[in-house]
C-alpha cells in the first residue's frame, strides 16, 4: 500500500525550529518529486515547498523562503522539512504529498502532522 | 506568479443537485489544473488532474474541464459524502503551486 506518514509536529515557542519528517512506503520513493503543503486553523491549503526526485532542485513559497529548508534521504525514504525561525503565523497542520510523474499533482498524501507556533 | 480565484466560496445544494464550481488563473496555464476535495480531520484527495482527467478511483459524477485562464468543476448529482472543501491548484511547469482559497459545499 502506498503511504505517507508525517511525524515531528508539536507545540514551539516563536523563533524557535523543528523538523518535520516524512516516511514513505509502497511505491520507488527516488522517482517522484514531493511537497509539503500546510493548512493554518480556518484557513485554505497553502503549497509550501518542493523537492526532485533526486533532491537536485528545491523551490519554496515566499512566506517562508530563508526560514524552511525541504530535503531527502532516498535510503530511507524520508521527506524533512527543517523550520527555523518559526512564527505563529506558520502554525498549521503540515502534510506532504507525493507528485504525479507527468503532472503537478498530489495524488498521495499523508494525514498530516500539527504544529503550534505560541508563547 | 499565478495567482488563482475561486467562486463561489460556499455553496449549499440538495442531494441529486448538479454543482459548479470556477477557477480562474491570473494567466494562461493550458491545462495545468487540478482539483482536489478536503473534509475536515482528513487529508486532501486529488479528483481532477491536467484540468480534465479524472483519477483512478474517483466516481464519475465528478468532473472538470476548461484551459487557458478559466476552469470548472462540476459534480453531476450532490451525494450525502461529497460535503467538503474543494481547492483548485495551478503548476504551471515549475512551482509556486498555487492553491485556490476554496469551494464549501454543504447540503440543504
Redesign the interface.
Known amino acids: 500500500e502506498v503511504q505517507l506518514l508525517e511525524s515531528g509536529g508539536g507545540l514551539v515557542q516563536p523563533g524557535g525550529s523543528l523538523r518535520l519528517s516524512c516516511a514513505a512506503s509502497g511505491f520507488t520513493f527516488s522517482n517522484y518529486a514531493m511537497n509539503w503543503v500546510r493548512q493554518a486553523p480556518g484557513k485554505g491549503l497553502e503549497w509550501v515547498s518542493n523537492i526532485f526526485g533526486t533532491g537536485s532542485h528545491t523551490f519554496y513559497a515566499d512566506s517562508v523562503k530563508g526560514r524552511f529548508t525541504i530535503s531527502r534521504d532516498n535510503s530511507k525514504n524520508t521527506l524533512y522539512l527543517q523550520m527555523n525561525s518559526l512564527r505563529a503565523e506558520d502554525t498549521a497542520v503540515y502534510y506532504c504529498a507525493k507528485q504525479l510523474v507527468t503532472q503537478g499533482a498530489f495524488d498521495i498524501w499523508g494525514q498530516g502532522t500539527m504544529v503550534t507556533v505560541s508563547s | 506568479?499565478v495567482q488563482m480565484t475561486q467562486s463561489p466560496s460556499s455553496l449549499s445544494a440538495s442531494v441529486g443537485d448538479r454543482v459548479t464550481i470556477t477557477c480562474q488563473a491570473s494567466r494562461h496555464i493550458s491545462n495545468?489544473l487540478?482539483w482536489?476535495q478536503?473534509k475536515p480531520g482528513?487529508?486532501?484527495?486529488?479528483l481532477i488532474?491536467?484540468a480534465s482527467n479524472l483519477?483512478t478511483g474517483v466516481p464519475s459524477r465528478f468532473s472538470g474541464s476548461g484551459s487557458g485562464r478559466d476552469f470548472t468543476f462540476t459534480i453531476s448529482s450532490l451525494q450525502p459524502e461529497d460535503i467538503a472543501?474543494y481547492?483548485c491548484?495551478?503548476?504551471?511547469?515549475?512551482?509556486?503551486?498555487?492553491?485556490?482559497?476554496?469551494t464549501r459545499v454543504d447540503i440543504k
Do not use: I, R, S, V
Not at chain 2, 491548484?89 to 476554496?102: A, E, K, V
Open positions: 506568479d495545468y487540478n482536489y478536503h482528513k487529508a486532501p484527495k486529488l488532474y491536467g483519477e472543501t481547492y491548484q495551478q503548476y504551471d511547469n515549475l512551482p509556486p503551486f498555487t492553491f485556490g482559497p476554496g
